[in-house]
């Protein structure tokens, strides 16, 4: 059975093949006619396709022409003319699926036919690349082409203005980092205004290196957020200074989890100086978490592998897939700061969450996705689950001539660093250029001093100096060149050989360690052998290199111990090791896709209620209408719902909640009695206060004077309370996800319990913010000079300042004793009391 799955599968891959090349011979019919045009008929051709999708043609009807036009183009322009597998892999990428071409394919000229083709409709096409040197350099190189073919072309820099980015986001085809393109959205919705939005509705998405974007960057999520105050950053210096006084059995280190705990000694040791009873007490919660954070960072986060300390005395974290510094980035929950006080650095403020959103959402909100890689088969699986993406290996221009040599082992770091430093020394005296790929920084500085020692010149590419990183790879494959690189030089990067290389057999790649994901591996690999050429690669490991640790290595140990061999004999090289190696990876692999599941899981939560916050928060800003009716609504909605949640209680209590709430909330104290709604039925008493609210509305939209201010005021009326609300509620999502990780043992799905709660604390947040804007409506003081960024502050002071001193003097102190859980809060929120002052 298993036999005929393979067949089968493998003959839809012939199929689909067979199909591909047959439309790739399609395009090469139009050759010849292209070629007779001159340089002016060719550029007209853009404009024809234009007119002609306006006129109902669709993309698909224009395809073969269309790359038939960038393939003549790309000759006279750029002298390259695409190969059958490249217009193959162009028409996989149209088809919004993710072409997997080898290192050295020529994946960037591919980009250039589906780019074009869907830049037609002149609703934009992004192209993105993960970091801005790519970007940069690609818009540069293929800009020329689009350019001349009459497409305007734009890069999305970090750098650049709102009024920068909103042009570049405006050109046929934008070039962005990923990271660059969420920020983007995140903060159009965070915006006062519409003209200050700077995204067009998302169209078509061309990801190079997709995987890396798409898979091992999907389990960090994008966050914006802002400061909360620096009462706390003392406490981090406190617990940095007790962990680092701790002894090694003071602690509890699980080294495949990555998890560390205070041993007996260490809380007693920890006790003693927070002068505590007991750590572990319920008042000491925040303590813990200071020391939780201070153990990690001191004992599981290491300096130059996950972050490094630049010369503007700032933590940066360095990207584990791709050994770059990540601009931007902060480690959440305190351990940012944690590392702070261990570096003896500045300890930055906490932060709260304004917004935040995941790549795998971020990206499934394209009408069309696709992407380009050399290593994505290995994530099939996940691509088809997450992205409805499928994955389709398109052949190589020429057979591949590299010699991948099998796994070396030797039982030590030592040991498998003279072997390494050996090897690039006897290289290098013959004159073939090598590269040396590290996992950290850590690494590659290390083995900087090792070949310095040897007498072996050498550049070293990594975070700490990735501003020097074309010239450095531009000289990488010359004759005699030794460069260490972290897996900066894995991805785009193409590194040609110099006169006399192909003889002495091409670039080799040695790898000092195993990745965790082989899709890494691979990466380092295809820097070698691209295109045909000669090359060779060869991974060198350890007992003592963390994936070793974490999967059995103790067994190969005790088998060299027993043999007492040699270091010359002790290496082991072997199929079998290999398999095991990557046997280990599969199962990190697994265990990263279970992660990267589970956030997207509890996102897709969150997706949801972000879509129609935002939606409706768009609404609002692009509004060139009174905001009358939905504003009567949402006060009409909170009379409702207050009356509704006071009736549940004795009718004379009730009444005098009701009072009380529209005492404070609605109208002037002294113009409502008990004696009003006493003798009124449910309904009566909403229509009661409905009618006073709406004559308090008209006097205070009465004093904007006319149209404009009225429209102005209603806008930051509710865009600051939506924005606040909206705020506080993901601060709560936070601590609900974390709170339900722990009802897995008893027994509960954390998920559907999210699922749950989530709702009711959306139905609250909804409840609240109509409350909100209902009092501010009613009870802030108004001026006629509105400026929607100031007024936003300034309604929701002076509205508080203004509620307080005209509260009944028996309701200025609120008592919350003998409240139930699912009563209306006392303090007249709108919330539950136990979504509000009744929270544990």
């Given at each position: 059975?298993?036999?005929?799955m393979?067949?089968?599968?493998i003959?839809?891959?012939?199929?689909?093949?067979?199909?591909?090349?047959?439309?790739a011979?399609?395009?090469?019919?139009?050759?010849?006619?292209?070629?007779?045009?001159?340089?002016?008929?060719?550029?007209?051709?853009?404009?024809e396709?234009?007119?002609?999708?306006?006129?109902?043609?669709?993309?698909?009807?224009?395809?073969?022409?269309?790359?038939?036009?960038?393939?003549?183009?790309?000759r006279?322009?750029?002298?390259?003319?695409?190969y059958?597998?490249?217009?193959?892999g162009g028409?996989?990428?149209?088809?919004?699926d993710?072409?997997?071409m080898?290192?050295?394919?020529?994946?960037?000229?591919t980009?250039t036919?589906?780019?074009?083709?869907?830049?037609?409709?002149?609703?934009?096409?992004?192209v993105?690349?993960?970091?801005?040197?790519?970007s940069?350099?690609?818009?540069?190189?293929?800009g020329?082409?689009y350019?001349?073919?009459g497409?305007?072309?734009?890069?999305?820099?970090?750098?650049?203005?709102?009024?920068?980015?909103?042009?570049?986001?405006?050109?046929?085809?934008?070039?962005?980092?990923?990271?660059?393109?969420?920020f983007d959205?995140?903060?159009d919705?965070?915006?006062?205004?519409?003209?200050?939005?700077?995204?067009?509705?998302?169209n078509?998405?061309?990801?190079?290196?997709?995987d890396?974007?798409?898979?091992?960057?999907?389990?960090?999520?994008?966050?914006v957020?802002?400061?909360?105050?620096?009462e706390t950053?003392?406490?981090y210096?406190?617990?940095?200074?007790?962990?680092?006084?701790?002894?090694q059995?003071?602690?509890?280190?699980?080294?495949p989890?990555?998890?560390?705990?205070?041993?007996?000694?260490?809380?007693?040791?920890?006790e003693k100086?927070?002068?505590?009873?007991?750590?572990?007490?319920?008042?000491?919660?925040?303590?813990?978490?200071?020391?939780?954070?201070?153990?990690?960072?001191?004992?599981?986060?290491?300096?130059?592998?996950?972050?490094?300390?630049?010369?503007?005395?700032?933590?940066?974290?360095?990207?584990?897939?791709?050994?770059r510094?990540?601009?931007?980035?902060?480690?959440?929950?305190g351990?940012?700061?944690?590392?702070?006080a261990?570096?003896?650095v500045?300890v930055q403020?906490?932060?709260?969450?304004?917004?935040?959103?995941?790549?795998?959402?971020?990206?499934?909100?394209y009408?069309?996705?696709s992407?380009?890689t050399g290593?994505?088969?290995?994530?099939?699986?996940?691509?088809?689950?997450?992205?409805n993406?499928?994955?389709?290996?398109?052949p190589?221009n020429?057979?591949?001539?590299?010699i991948?040599?099998?796994?070396?082992?030797?039982?030590?770091?030592?040991?498998?660093?003279?072997?390494?430093?050996?090897?690039?020394?006897?290289?290098?005296?013959?004159?073939?250029?090598?590269?040396?790929?590290?996992?950290?920084?850590?690494?590659?500085?290390y083995?900087?001093?090792?070949l310095?020692a040897a007498?072996?010149p050498?550049?070293?590419?990594?975070?700490?100096?990735?501003?020097r990183?074309a010239q450095?790879?531009m000289n990488?494959?010359?004759?005699?060149?030794?460069t260490?690189?972290?897996n900066?030089?894995?991805?785009?990067?193409?590194?040609?050989?110099?006169?006399?290389?192909?003889?002495l057999?091409g670039?080799c790649?040695i790898?000092?360690?195993?990745?965790?994901?082989?899709?890494?591996?691979?990466?380092?690999r295809?820097?070698?052998?691209r295109?045909g050429?000669?090359?060779?690669?060869?991974f060198y490991?350890?007992?003592?290199?963390?994936?070793?640790k974490?999967?059995?290595?103790?067994?190969?140990?005790?088998?060299?111990?027993?043999?007492?061999?040699?270091e010359e004999?002790?290496?082991?090289k072997?199929?079998?090791?290999?398999?095991?190696?990557?046997a280990?990876?599969?199962?990190?692999?697994?265990?990263?896709?279970?992660?990267?599941?589970?956030?997207?899981?509890?996102?897709?939560?969150m997706?949801?209620?972000?879509?129609?916050?935002?939606?409706?928060?768009?609404?609002?800003?692009t509004?060139?209408?009174?905001?009358?009716?939905e504003?009567?609504?949402m006060?009409?909605?909170?009379?409702?719902?207050?009356?509704?949640?006071?009736?549940?209680?004795?009718?004379?209590e009730?009444?005098?909640?009701?009072?009380?709430f529209a005492?404070?909330n609605?109208?002037?104290e002294?113009?409502?009695?008990?004696?009003?709604?006493?003798?009124?039925s449910?309904?009566?008493?909403v229509?009661?206060?409905?009618?006073?609210?709406?004559?308090v509305?008209?006097?205070?939209?009465?004093?904007l004077?006319?149209?404009?201010?009225?429209?102005?005021?209603q806008?930051?009326l509710?865009l600051?309370?939506?924005?606040?609300k909206?705020?506080?509620h993901?601060?709560?999502?936070?601590?609900?996800?974390?709170?339900?990780s722990?009802?897995?043992?008893?027994?509960?799905n954390?998920?559907?319990?999210y699922?749950?709660?989530?709702?009711t604390?959306?139905?609250?947040?909804i409840?609240?913010?109509?409350?909100?804007?209902?009092?501010?409506?009613m009870?802030a003081?108004?001026?006629?000079?509105?400026?929607?960024?100031?007024?936003?502050?300034?309604?929701?002071?002076?509205?508080?300042?203004?509620?307080?001193?005209?509260?009944?003097?028996h309701?200025?102190?609120?008592a919350?004793?003998g409240?139930?859980?699912?009563d209306?809060?006392?303090?007249?929120?709108?919330?539950?009391?136990?979504?509000?002052?009744?929270?544990?």
């Amino acid at each position: 059975m298993v036999r005929n799955m393979l067949r089968s599968l493998i003959e839809n891959e012939k199929g689909e093949l067979r199909k591909l090349e047959k439309m790739a011979d399609k395009v090469f019919s139009y050759a010849e006619q292209m070629e007779a045009l001159s340089d002016e008929e060719l550029k007209a051709k853009t404009v024809e396709f234009k007119k002609r999708h306006m006129d109902g043609e669709s993309l698909d009807d224009l395809l073969f022409e269309a790359f038939a036009v960038v393939r003549e183009a790309a000759r006279r322009v750029l002298g390259l003319y695409p190969y059958k597998v490249q217009v193959m892999g162009g028409i996989v990428l149209h088809n919004g699926d993710v072409p997997e071409m080898r290192t050295g394919e020529g994946k960037t000229l591919t980009a250039t036919m589906p780019v074009y083709l869907n830049a037609l409709s002149g609703k934009g096409v992004h192209v993105v690349t993960v970091n801005e040197y790519l970007s940069t350099r690609d818009a540069t190189e293929m800009g020329e082409l689009y350019s001349w073919l009459g497409l305007s072309v734009g890069i999305n820099l970090a750098a650049k203005s709102p009024f920068e980015k909103r042009e570049a986001y405006n050109c046929d085809i934008t070039y962005s980092t990923n990271a660059e393109i969420g920020f983007d959205y995140l903060r159009d919705n965070m915006v006062v205004r519409a003209e200050e939005m700077v995204q067009r509705p998302l169209n078509y998405a061309l990801v190079d290196e997709v995987d890396s974007i798409l898979i091992d960057e999907a389990r960090t999520p994008l966050i914006v957020s802002g400061p909360q105050g620096s009462e706390t950053n003392q406490l981090y210096f406190l617990a940095d200074k007790l962990v680092k006084s701790l002894d090694q059995d003071d602690y509890i280190i699980d080294v495949p989890s990555k998890t560390i705990g205070l041993a007996d000694s260490g809380i007693d040791k920890a006790e003693k100086f927070f002068k505590l009873d007991n750590l572990y007490d319920i008042e000491n919660v925040a303590i813990t978490h200071f020391l939780d954070n201070a153990l990690r960072a001191n004992y599981i986060m290491t300096y130059d592998v996950d972050y490094l300390v630049n010369d503007e005395q700032e933590v940066m974290i360095i990207d584990p897939f791709t050994g770059r510094t990540m601009e931007g980035r902060r480690y959440s929950d305190g351990l940012h700061q944690a590392i702070e006080a261990k570096e003896g650095v500045p300890v930055q403020n906490e932060s709260k969450t304004s917004a935040s959103i995941t790549y795998q959402n971020l990206f499934r909100m394209y009408k069309k996705l696709s992407g380009m890689t050399g290593t994505g088969k290995t994530e099939e699986e996940e691509f088809r689950e997450i992205y409805n993406i499928r994955i389709v290996p398109i052949p190589t221009n020429r057979p591949i001539a590299r010699i991948d040599h099998e796994d070396l082992l030797y039982p030590s770091l030592e040991y498998k660093f003279n072997a390494v430093v050996a090897d690039v020394k006897a290289r290098y005296e013959k004159g073939q250029p090598v590269l040396v790929g590290t996992v950290a920084v850590e690494t590659s500085d290390y083995l900087s001093q090792r070949l310095v020692a040897a007498g072996i010149p050498h550049e070293v590419l990594n975070a700490k100096n990735h501003y020097r990183e074309a010239q450095i790879i531009m000289n990488a494959g010359q004759r005699g060149a030794v460069t260490i690189a972290t897996n900066m030089a894995g991805r785009g990067t193409d590194i040609k050989l110099g006169p006399g290389v192909r003889e002495l057999g091409g670039l080799c790649v040695i790898g000092t360690e195993r990745h965790e994901s082989r899709r890494i591996d691979n990466q380092l690999r295809g820097r070698s052998g691209r295109q045909g050429d000669p090359g060779e690669s060869q991974f060198y490991l350890s007992l003592e290199d963390d994936l070793m640790k974490r999967f059995g290595s103790e067994r190969i140990k005790a088998f060299m111990d027993r043999m007492n061999l040699t270091e010359e004999e002790s290496v082991i090289k072997s199929g079998m090791l290999t398999r095991q190696v990557e046997a280990a990876q599969k199962r990190v692999e697994g265990n990263n896709y279970d992660s990267r599941k589970q956030v997207l899981q509890y996102d897709d939560v969150m997706r949801e209620q972000r879509e129609i916050i935002y939606s409706q928060r768009y609404d609002v800003i692009t509004a060139d209408r009174d905001l009358a009716p939905e504003i009567k609504s949402m006060i009409k909605r909170t009379i409702e719902r207050q009356v509704a949640a006071h009736h549940q209680s004795e009718h004379e209590e009730a009444i005098e909640g009701i009072l009380k709430f529209a005492q404070m909330n609605l109208v002037d104290e002294y113009s409502i009695h008990i004696e009003d709604l006493e003798n009124l039925s449910e309904e009566e008493i909403v229509e009661e206060l409905y009618n006073r609210s709406m004559e308090v509305y008209q006097s205070q939209v009465d004093k904007l004077k006319d149209a404009e201010r009225i429209q102005e005021f209603q806008k930051v009326l509710i865009l600051r309370v939506v924005d606040n609300k909206w705020t506080d509620h993901i601060d709560s999502m936070d601590q609900l996800r974390n709170a339900v990780s722990l009802r897995g043992y008893a027994q509960n799905n954390p998920i559907v319990e999210y699922q749950s709660e989530a709702f009711t604390m959306f139905n609250d947040m909804i409840g609240a913010i109509e409350f909100d804007v209902t009092r501010l409506m009613m009870k802030a003081q108004i001026h006629d000079n509105i400026e929607r960024e100031r007024a936003a502050q300034e309604a929701h002071t002076t509205a508080v300042k203004n509620i307080i001193p005209n509260q009944p003097a028996h309701v200025a102190e609120v008592a919350f004793e003998g409240v139930h859980r699912n009563d209306p809060c006392p303090c007249q929120s709108g919330k539950k009391f136990k979504n509000c002052h009744g929270r544990k």
